[in-house]
T-cell receptor, first 114, second 113 residues
């Protein structure tokens, strides 16, 4: 079965550079969530989309932005990167019509800022 | 969403049942209890969820107390592959579907031979 696809899996950037992470949800899923997980920390919610509209916002820095496109894939844009942005970034997708409300997570994109 | 409290860590012998407790004393009537787990740096994985009745699936059982202020996740026959961080999450609904998952400090379960 198709899973959530994230790219790139690994990314190395310098401070003050820009990075873009992509997420391709499971087909027919209408919600996307982004999470950031720093070393030794629990996943922190950043932002979510429902039917291509932002539905909720968490502790996402102003330097970060995200959007969901017409084909439901989503991109997380991070600018003016800081050392503290080094983390695993997870994307999850779900269906608002699901009985379980289960979210399916991708394998994550590991961002390293030098 | 309501806050949850879980033990920091637990141990379990392989083949034995693992019982992971969770307190959620401020849960609202329309909030569900979800359990997810994260195996080292992989994406979190859904295990089970419930509202007020006990639930069972192929992975685990969920026991929710009658007052809904606490619950227990049961892995009936733990294996080494069950070693992971287990998160108990209380989650409500919104008009556009399901609310976000808020991951608190979960329980690090270590299954040993």
């Amino acid at each position: 079965a198709a899973g959530v696809i994230q790219s790139p899996r690994h990314l190395i950037k310098e401070k003050r550079e820009t990075a873009t992470l992509k997420c391709y949800p499971i087909p027919r899923h209408d919600t996307v969530y982004w999470y950031q997980q720093g070393p030794g920390q629990d996943p922190q919610f950043l932002i979510s989309f429902y039917e291509k509209m932002q539905s909720d916002k968490g502790s996402i820095p102003d330097r970060f932005s995200a959007q969901q496109f017409s084909d439901y894939h989503s991109e997380l844009n991070m600018s003016s990167l800081e050392l503290g942005d080094s983390a695993l970034y997870f994307c999850a997708s779900g269906s608002s019509g699901s009985y379980t409300g289960e979210l399916f997570f991708g394998e994550g994109s590991r961002l390293t800022v030098l | 969403d309501a806050k949850t409290t879980q033990p920091t860590s637990m141990d379990c012998a392989e083949g034995r049942a693992a019982n992971l407790p969770c307190n959620h004393s401020t849960i609202s009537g329309n909030e569900y209890v979800y359990w997810y787990r994260q195996i080292h740096s992989q994406g979190p994985q859904y295990i089970i969820h419930g509202l007020k009745n006990n639930e069972t699936n192929e992975m685990a059982s969920l026991i929710i107390t009658e007052d809904r202020k606490s619950s227990t996740l049961i892995l009936p026959h733990a294996t080494l592959r069950d070693t992971a961080v287990y998160y108990c999450i209380v989650r409500g609904l919104f008009s556009g579907g399901y609310n976000k998952l808020i991951f608190g400090a979960g329980t690090r379960l270590a299954v040993h031979p």
